[in-house]
């Protein structure tokens, strides 16, 4: 069994835990959140498509999530269902004032 590293940008609505937070302004004044957390994590790949690049990963607990390989996976053609993966991810929120909540009615 063979070991790769798979990276991921994965834009999310929650980090699990924050590594950076940047609050500012926008041009109206309003405020502004950024918050970005990198992790790693071990898993295994359960089924590749080579055509579309998305593959299937199963973690320990057994859960399994779909994600498609950018560019920046190298040797993707050698990964094969079986072999072990690393996949590192980076988690963004993003949040800005879009003004007052409609009336619910």
């Known amino acids: ?3 790769w590293i ?3 940008l994965a834009a999310t609505a929650m980090a699990s835990a924050i590594a950076a937070t940047e609050v500012t302004k926008t041009a109206e004044g309003a405020p502004s959140v950024l918050v970005a957390d990198r992790f790693a994590s071990d898993y295994e790949a359960v089924a590749v ?3 579309t690049r ?3 990963l199963k973690a320990a607990d057994g859960t399994t ?3 498609v ?6 040797n993707f053609s050698q990964i094969k269902a079986g072999d072990q993966v690393e996949g590192k991810f980076l988690q963004v929120l993003a949040t800005g004032d879009v003004g007052p909540a409609p009336a619910r009615k």
């Open 6 to 8: 798979v990276a991921v």
């Open 65 to 67: 999530t779909s994600i």
């Open 54 to 56: 998305k593959v299937t």
């Open 69 to 74: 390989a950018g560019p920046a996976v190298r």
């Open 49 to 51: 498509d080579q055509a």
């Open 1 to 3: 069994m063979k070991k």
